[in-house]
């Protein structure tokens, strides 16, 4: 959380509008959210993109921490997954479709539009009957000319999901349909690219990747969930040449399970380095303080009084820990360059102002302690 507060100002942002706006429950569901995002970002490569399912009651605040991690450019479809079935409430219209939101790492993002056409309604093929043939001439198709591959699909799918009595049905509760997943993975990757599902659950998204000749990678923190995963996949019928799961599996051969998480190769590099805010002056080598014991050493220092505006008060809740030169030009997170703050000047000096700067602007408009 320190991390997010002093170099994700907009993540935040995000994370405590999520909290003001909803409850203290839902400002923790984001933090629990932003953190994972962030690794998430981290290990997506360049041509990579992210499907993230939502919830309705949460699906706008995920949306604008998606932004702030991934960056608002990267936003690249809503798609309304859309279902009939179930019950309907009396006061309302029925809740039947859910969110998916797709961020990609970059403009390089894999979208092979073949791999998930669609076929055209047969109205439509009735109407593109009469329409001209000079729209072909460049070679692409548009809405006037049927592409004989099919029909590029919109953002919003018709795919039922599992009925209690499916045969693909596992007794998971939020077990989502196989042709889902595909058409996820066929839009975004290639044979022999890696799909990663963090809440993999009964392995859904990892037989849909085995089965399009992925690599696949699947986190879950329930203890079982490595035999669910091994257990799926045979009854999808994915064994490997020697018949046991185990040992091999059709295309990458053995699965590997750890209970430990893996070992990082990065040297620790930084989530999202380029939505981080820049650091133009090194930090000091040594411990790393917490926020708590900047706080208290300047408390300490300066007692109760706020570094702005020279107000003393009388509980420390009135001061807040800033920096003295803005993040946004550079300011570093040592304590050599931290300050703190009444709750007004802390606003008034933004990411705007460094302290010197906010006492001048306090002067001129009169809000210094008399
Ligand atoms: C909604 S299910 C996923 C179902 C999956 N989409 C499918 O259709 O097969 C969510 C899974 O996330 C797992 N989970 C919950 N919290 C987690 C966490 N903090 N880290 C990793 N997995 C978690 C649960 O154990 C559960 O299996
Ligand atoms: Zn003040």
Redesign the pocket.
């Given at each position: 959380m320190d991390q997010i507060t002093d170099d994700f100002p907009k993540l935040m942002e995000a994370i405590e509008s999520a909290r003001y706006a909803h409850s203290d429950g839902m400002g923790a569901f984001m933090c629990f959210m932003a953190v994972r995002l962030l690794a998430m970002h981290r290990v997506l490569k360049p041509t990579g993109s992210i499907y993230l399912h939502c919830d309705p009651t949460a699906s706008h605040y995920l949306k604008a921490v998606m932004d702030a991690v991934f960056g608002w450019k990267n936003f690249r479809n809503e798609i309304a997954w859309c279902y009939r079935g179930g019950g309907v409430p009396r006061d309302g219209f029925g809740k039947k479709h859910d969110l998916i939101f797709r961020y990609s790492k970059g403009k390089a993002a894999t979208f092979n539009v073949d791999a998930v056409r669609i076929p055209y309604s047969e109205d439509s093929a009735q109407r593109l009957k009469y329409k001209a043939k000079a729209f072909t001439s460049s070679g692409t198709y548009d809405n006037y000319e049927q592409n004989p591959k099919g029909k590029h699909p919109e953002d919003w799918w018709i795919m039922q999901p599992i009925m209690p009595s499916a045969k693909e049905r596992l007794g998971?509760p939020?077990?989502?349909p196989l042709s889902l997943y595909e058409r996820i993975v066929k839009a975004s990757s290639n044979e022999g690219d890696v799909v990663l599902?963090?809440?993999?659950?009964?392995?859904?998204?990892l037989v849909a990747a085995e089965r399009l000749k992925r690599r696949w990678v699947g986190?879950?923190?329930?203890e079982k969930?490595h035999e669910t995963v091994i257990r799926r996949l045979q009854r999808e019928g994915l064994e490997g040449p020697r018949g046991s799961v185990g040992e091999a599996l059709p295309f990458y051969g053995k699965i590997h399970y750890a209970k430990e998480p893996p070992e990082r190769t990065d040297d620790g590099e930084t989530a999202a380095p380029f939505l981080r805010v820049k650091e133009r002056v090194k930090e000091p080598e040594g411990p790393k303080w917490s926020r708590q014991d900047m706080y208290d050493h300047l408390l300490n220092q300066n007692g109760m009084k706020c570094q702005g505006c020279d107000r003393d008060f009388d509980d420390p809740r009135y001061l807040e820990l800033d920096h003295n030169t803005p993040r946004a030009d550079g300011g570093i997170n040592h304590i050599s360059n931290r300050i703190l703050l009444c709750s007004p000047c802390n606003r008034a000096k933004s990411n705007v102002f460094t302290l010197s700067g906010l006492r001048r602007h306090n002067k001129k408009m009169g809000w210094m302690a008399k």
């Open positions: 998971y939020t077990q989502k599902d963090p809440f993999c659950g009964c392995a859904t998204t986190v879950d923190i329930w969930a």
